[in-house]
């Protein structure tokens, strides 16, 4: 996230430039160094570096060895959400179960405008590496849970998404809004989704929506989250899953019972 030359220091707030360093880190795999964050953000190195002190001083960033990370206050504060702590809480029963169940991964996902937000990840010993993360964030496109939650999403939502680029990221992603759309009413059917190595090759996905009820949405229902059990694709037999996932989301739905905001 850069800013131009016109929006530096005096078009923009000290907030306004701290969240753009934490967002620009948030963003990065790895540690950011001072002159690689400065010129990401188009900042003066002076005052992401003063601005960055600050940072470090209330545990919002750490200094690593070759840069700054993400610091712990960060985290602690998340856990205060009262939406993403009652979420998860209700989840983690469920998400246990199915972790006991299948040995893969299985994770809890939100919509944030055309991406999806991991919120909570279990892994077992057996598990296969996947590109996520607990705060990471992927294409809703490319994901079952990105799918999932969409097709039973209000139309906005769904709009945003395929007015945006979809590009494919393996040979079997769904580029087309029209193509997508399909699948989403598919999706809506069956209350099951698939991501058949969509965004990761050798990386396969079986999700279900977690939903309440609301005015807005299809048939008077929203999906606030999904839930889902990720593995490779040689191994992971989403058609036998399905019917596991979608109990375990709707048990989550039942419980939480009303809309979480």
Excluded: W
Excluded at 37 to 45: F, H, P
Excluded at 133 to 155: E, H, M, N, Q, W
Excluded at 186 to 210: F, L
């Amino acid at each position: 996230m850069r800013i131009s030359a016109e929006e530096t220091e005096q078009h923009r707030s000290v907030g306004d430039r701290m969240l753009l360093i934490l967002d620009t880190v948030a963003t990065s795999p790895g540690e950011v160094g001072l002159s690689e964050l400065a010129r990401r953000t188009g900042l003066k190195k002076a005052t992401v570096h003063r601005l960055a002190l600050d940072l470090v001083a209330h545990r919002m960033l750490e200094r690593g060895t070759y840069g700054y990370r993400l610091g712990l206050h960060l985290f602690e504060l998340g856990q205060h959400v009262p939406a993403s702590r009652r979420l998860r809480a209700t989840a983690l029963p469920f998400m246990a179960d199915l972790l006991t169940a299948t040995g893969e991964v299985v994770q809890l996902g939100v919509l944030d405008d055309t991406d999806i937000v991991y919120v909570e990840k279990l892994t077992g010993q057996h598990s296969a590496t996947v590109p996520s993360a607990v705060g990471a964030r992927l294409p809703a496109y490319c994901t079952g849970l990105g799918k999932a939650i969409l097709a039973f999403s209000d139309d906005s939502a769904v709009e945003r998404v395929t007015s945006a680029p979809m590009p494919a990221r393996t040979g079997t992603t769904i580029t087309d809004p029209k193509h997508f759309l399909r699948e989403l009413a598919k999706i809506h059917d069956s209350g099951i989704a698939y991501d058949r190595e969509e965004g990761t090759r050798g990386i396969a996905c079986v999700a279900a929506p977690i939903v309440v009820e609301s005015y807005v949405g299809r048939d008077g229902h929203r999906a606030v989250a999904g839930l889902s059990v990720t593995g490779p694709a040689n191994r992971l037999q989403p058609a036998r899953l399905g019917a596991a996932v979608r109990t375990a989301a709707l048990s989550i739905s039942r419980l939480l019972g009303y809309p979480l905001h």
